[in-house]
């Protein structure tokens, strides 16, 4: 059973536009949530992450927001860069002792 | 300095053979995992190990056995392997485990690939 959704497999933007990339999630006890970027033959690498008692967290382009009560995120990247282009996966896990549940991942595609 | 090496990157084998995939860290860092990223692209967690203690085992197979001589290694050992077993499989650390898993460092993954 996937606990974190990204229902969106795919998203092109143009260079200096928002991106916007969703994920929700299943489980209420989930209190910590993380994306992930992941370039071709690759590992993914840490992006940004946000904790249950935040609604956001902003590092540079780079923005979470968290709506609990909806069990959704989201990661706005502003302005995109051709070189964002990358999947991005979210993930969500509890904070006492428990390993990631990631998503499927999102291909984002940053066009000139 | 490659943080978390894993390898082979690329593994072709026959099923029923036996293979090993190797991992290293070396950030210090106590715990360590392995995640299987398979055709639907999902990353699941197999196993994660704390100070070479094992901490999760998912309903991964007895074929798949975990080994960790040390807190900087972590090798996969799969027996009899079989088609389903294809498949990216990445390496991966974290600081520590009690926080919730926290930041989690990745190697680059090694493909699988049984014939």
């Known amino acids: 059973d996937q606990q974190v959704k990204q229902n969106s497999p795919s998203l092109s933007v143009q260079e200096g536009r928002i991106s916007i990339l969703n994920c929700d999630y299943t489980?209420?006890?989930?209190?910590?949530f993380l994306w992930y970027k992941k370039y071709p033959a690759e590992g993914p690498t840490f992006l940004i992450s946000i904790s249950s008692i935040k609604d956001k967290n902003e590092d540079g382009r780079f923005t979470v927001f968290l709506n609990k009560s909806a069990k959704h995120l989201s990661l706005h990247i502003v302005p995109s860069q051709p070189g964002d282009s990358a999947v991005y996966f979210c993930?969500?896990?509890?904070?006492?002792?428990?390993?990631?549940?990631f998503g499927k991942g999102t291909s984002l595609l940053v066009t000139p | 300095d490659t943080a978390v090496s894993q390898t082979p990157k690329y593994l072709v084998t026959q099923m029923g053979n036996d293979k090993s995939i190797k991992c290293e860290q070396n950030?210090?860092?106590?715990?360590m995992y392995w995640y299987k990223q398979d055709s639907k692209k999902f990353l699941k967690i197999m196993f994660s190990?704390?100070?070479?203690?094992?901490?999760i085992n998912e309903t991964v197979p007895n074929r798949f056995s975990p080994k960790s001589p040390d807190k900087a290694h972590l090798n996969l050992h799969i027996n009899s392997l079989e088609l389903g077993d294809s498949a990216v499989y990445f390496c991966?650390?974290?600081?520590?485990?009690?926080?919730?898993?926290?930041?989690?460092?990745f190697g680059e993954g090694s493909r699988l690939t049984v014939l």
């Open positions: 991966a650390s974290s600081q520590d485990y009690g926080t919730g898993a926290g930041e989690l460092f």
């Open positions: 489980n209420s006890m989930f209190d910590y």
């Open positions: 950030l210090g860092h106590d715990t």
């Open positions: 190990y704390n100070n070479k203690e094992l901490i």
């Open positions: 993930a969500a896990s509890r904070t006492s002792g428990y390993a990631l549940n």
